[in-house]
């Protein structure tokens, strides 16, 4: 669990507003595709069993049969685990003052990326399927100023109230630097 007040660059009086993970149904998916990845060789086994017997009986098919069942089994497992740690380690933190993308790719790449509140130009939020519409999960695209930063939130709990926070905040930040620019301007 990350301790929200322990926030790297955090300001004084900051605070957190979401901290976003994907939405619960995405690790139901994985686990979906265990179980079918994992069927899929019992399956085969009962085909070549009832088809071709004399394969099961075969001085070298049976071992090349049990090797490829086991490579295959082993790959489902790795792509399973590799889905897992991406859903269970991406998360966004949205605070009053910026947003910090923590997004895992593979299991050994992690990157962090925060974007202040002042920069963001546009916010999408995207909501595709019977599924996601019935569970409200969807995507949040946020945009910068350039065409190649872009913070995506996928599969997130509620993305249009989401969205409609972080646009809150957005002219809120707006609002609190220029009533800060005008008080510096008026001093001088």
């Known amino acids: 669990m990350i301790d929200l007040n322990a926030l790297p660059n955090r300001k004084d009086g900051e ?52 090797i490829f069942a086991g490579f295959f089994v082993l790959a489902v497992w790795l792509f399973v685990m590799q889905e897992f740690v991406d859903y269970y380690l991406d998360m966004w933190i949205v605070t ?5 993308d923590i997004s895992q790719h593979g299991l050994f790449k992690r990157t962090s990326a925060e974007l202040h509140l002042e920069n963001i130009v546009d916010v999408t939020a995207q909501v595709i399927g019977v599924l996601p519409t019935m569970l409200n999960y969807g995507d949040v695209l946020i945009q ?21 926070m972080v646009l809150k905040l957005v002219d809120e930040d707006r ?14």
């Open 15 to 66: 605070q957190t507003i979401y901290l976003l993970r994907r939405h619960w149904i995405v690790p139901l998916k994985i686990f979906g595709t265990l179980l079918i990845g994992f069927a899929l060789p019992i399956g085969a086994y009962f085909i070549i069993r009832s088809q071709f017997p004399e394969l099961l009986h075969h001085s070298t098919m049976t071992p090349i049969l049990a």
């Open 175 to 188: 609002g609190r630097h220029e009533r800060q620019y005008s008080n510096v301007s008026q001093t001088h």
């Open 96 to 100: 009053d003052e910026r947003i910090i």
């Open 144 to 164: 910068t100023p350039g065409e190649v930063v872009r913070f995506h939130f996928k599969q997130i709990p509620r993305p249009e109230e989401v969205r409609q």
